[in-house]
């Protein structure tokens, strides 16, 4: 006898079929503007994150991940340290030296600065559902025997994240793509271990979209050199500090961690 479905799971089937047409009518939408201006492709561009994030969120509620959801994650105070420097890492992509030395200026009203803002959580909000939560998620799930195997759940999806930025080549010139696609992997490296730490994809989320920010603001809004070699010297020591803890960190973390964000069947939906 065919099992009958939860109401649970015939709510996320709903909310998946109305999140794909959602995502199909912003595309449809924007091939149909004539000339669209680049507000309105960066409310396309926002838009279209936007909703397949929430796809990805309801395939991670089918996978049983839904703890990682849950707004507190690990409560360890160790493992919410170590957020600190996973911090560090995206409010130094903000140009601070640069701009105190006049090198850069900031610019652009309060509106535009917050719709910036909007599209950085949104471009946070589904490549770390998608990446972390999804892809790195089912790799672990088959990869939690050895400390090796959970490396290389962390390696394979940040590669493949890296990677996936070749679609800027279209847009932005061959070297500018190949700097993007080093440090993306790098910071997917980065939120998969702050996924492992807290338990908390909505930490990678935060982490990602405010790298973002930082990093583009000035690009957006302001002028001037960004990278003088003050800036470039001190994003290297930093980097090079918050790489070598989160080796430390993963080396020490037992391999239970990557256990613990499987313990049991909780989804936002059922609770």
């Not at 703890?67 to 919410?80: D, E, H, Q, V, Y």
């Not at 990678?204 to 470039?232: D, K, M, Q, R």
Request: aromatic content about 14%.
């Amino acid at each position: 006898e065919k099992r009958k479905l939860s109401p649970a799971e015939i709510t996320r089937k709903v909310l998946l079929v109305l999140m794909l047409a959602a995502v199909f009518a912003v595309e449809i939408w924007y091939r149909l503007c004539d000339s669209p201006n680049e507000s309105v492709t960066e409310l396309y561009s926002s838009l279209s994150r936007f909703f397949g994030g929430m796809v990805a969120l309801i395939f991670i509620l089918e996978f049983s991940f839904g703890k990682i959801l849950r707004p507190f994650g690990n409560k360890r105070a160790s493992a919410l340290i170590f957020i600190i420097p996973a911090l560090a890492v995206a409010i130094n992509n903000f140009p601070w030296v640069s701009l105190a030395m006049g090198d850069c200026s900031f610019g652009g009203s309060v509106g535009d600065i917050l719709f910036f803002a909007f599209s950085c959580f949104c471009v946070g909000f589904f490549e770390e559902l998608a990446f972390r939560g999804c892809a790195l998620m089912l790799l672990l799930k088959s990869r939690t025997a050895t400390k090796l195997k959970i490396f290389m759940a962390i390696f394979w999806s940040s590669v493949v994240f890296g990677a996936v930025h070749l679609v800027n080549i279209f847009t932005a010139s061959p070297g500018a793509v190949i700097l993007q696609i080093g440090y993306s992997a790098l910071i997917g490296a980065l939120c998969c271990t702050v996924l492992l730490e807290t338990g908390n994809i909505w930490l990678c989320v935060f982490t990602h979209a405010l790298y973002n920010f930082a990093g583009g603001v000035i690009p957006a809004f302001g002028e001037g050199t960004i990278w003088t070699a003050p800036e470039i010297a001190i994003t290297a020591i930093v980097g090079v500090a918050v790489a070598a803890y989160s080796v430390v960190r993963f080396i020490k973390m037992p391999t239970e961690r990557a256990e613990e964000l499987f313990s049991g069947k909780e989804s936002l939906i059922n609770n």
